[in-house]
């Protein structure tokens, strides 16, 4: 037996517990693994809360990320002993996920756990880390450099927003952070932003295009903010879609696109290629500063996390939370 949030539901009503499992009811996979350290983003708060739409079988161990050591494995390229990570892949959805003690998971899906990092670290970076990281190769992709001006964050003070400054910042952009939450200004200063926006100036309904101002955004809200990021990158920059806090629909022209050059570009975290994991990965070595971890990151106990994931959802919590699992 082990330790896992578990939800169910029966005759219609949702549960979520800490509960004792036992190892029988492991989905199947070819490595099995000891978890250290899981994370809480959005996307497990929903599932907690909500079930639907993220839940697709009950019932579900939730988290997307995990870290831990390998106990078992028919894979050729894990044995016992490897510290390994996982992020996405469906884990937490459609196969259980990190929040217990124990996950047994396609090989496939894993990455080693790169050296520059411990347990705690990697998963205070996180999906959330890893999907800034994306973020921020896409830009480099499109050609976006720090001389060509000012790069808007949205949502700044969540995972994806937070490491996206602090990578931007030290890589030389000039990071504008867009939140709901101004109490946090000396936060996102600390991190590398240069000047805060309310989010108010940017959710309402805005004109097909605005004055110019950004060279690229990493936008993890969606709906009217990202309508209104396009409507305001110059003329050739990039904006990168990476969520939908703020709604699905995209209620934007084609003006952007077709009378500024302005690029669309989508980032998908959760089905990316491995071999676009492992650049990921090895950037956040060498771009993302250790110290801004400690400003971003909570650590929190198993026990904890159910009441944390209400806390997120109602927009109460900053940064990455980190939850000890072992």
């Not at 190892?23 to 490595?31: F, W």
């Not at 739409?53 to 494995?73: A, K, N, Y």
């Not at 996920?97 to 790169?114: D, F, S, Y």
């Amino acid at each position: 037996m082990f330790k896992g949030i578990l939800i169910d539901k029966v005759d219609g009503a949702l549960t979520a517990a800490v509960s004792d499992i036992d190892e029988a009811s492991l989905p199947e996979g070819d490595v099995t693994i000891a978890v250290e350290y899981s994370t809480l983003n959005y996307k497990d708060a929903l599932a907690i809360n909500k079930g639907a739409p993220v839940v697709r079988s009950f019932p579900m161990v939730p988290g997307i990320d995990l870290v831990g050591t390998v106990t078992d494995s028919s894979h050729s390229d894990y044995k016992a002993g490897d510290k390994v990570l996982l992020n996405g892949w469906g884990v937490g959805e459609g196969h259980w996920g990190g929040l217990a003690e124990k996950a047994r998971l396609k090989g496939e899906w894993l990455v080693p756990l790169p050296k520059a990092f411990d347990a705690k670290t990697a998963m205070a970076i996180g999906t959330a880390g890893y999907t800034a990281m994306l973020c921020v190769m896409a830009l480099e992709r499109q050609g976006v450099k720090p001389e060509d001006g000012e790069i808007l964050v949205t949502g700044a003070v969540g995972g994806v927003g937070s490491v996206a400054i602090a990578v931007l910042a030290k890589l030389g952009y000039q990071v504008i952070a867009l939140t709901g939450r101004p109490e946090e200004r000396e936060y996102l200063q600390s991190l590398g932003a240069v000047d805060i926006i309310a989010r108010e100036e940017m959710s309402e309904p805005g004109r097909p295009l605005a004055r110019e101002r950004w060279a690229g955004v990493v936008d993890v809200v969606g709906s009217h903010v990202l309508a209104n990021a396009c409507a305001s990158t110059k003329y050739g920059g990039t904006v990168t879609a990476c969520g939908l806090a703020g709604g699905m629909d995209l209620p934007s022209t084609v003006a952007p696109f077709i009378l500024r050059g302005v690029t669309l570009a989508g980032i998908d975290s959760v089905m990316a290629p491995r071999e676009l994991r492992l650049e990921a990965w090895r950037r956040l070595a060498e771009d993302l500063d250790p110290a801004k971890l400690g400003e971003i990151a909570k650590e929190i106990a198993l026990s904890e996390a159910i009441d944390a994931s209400a806390q997120i959802l109602d927009g109460k919590l900053r940064g990455r939370v980190v939850v000890k699992v072992s």
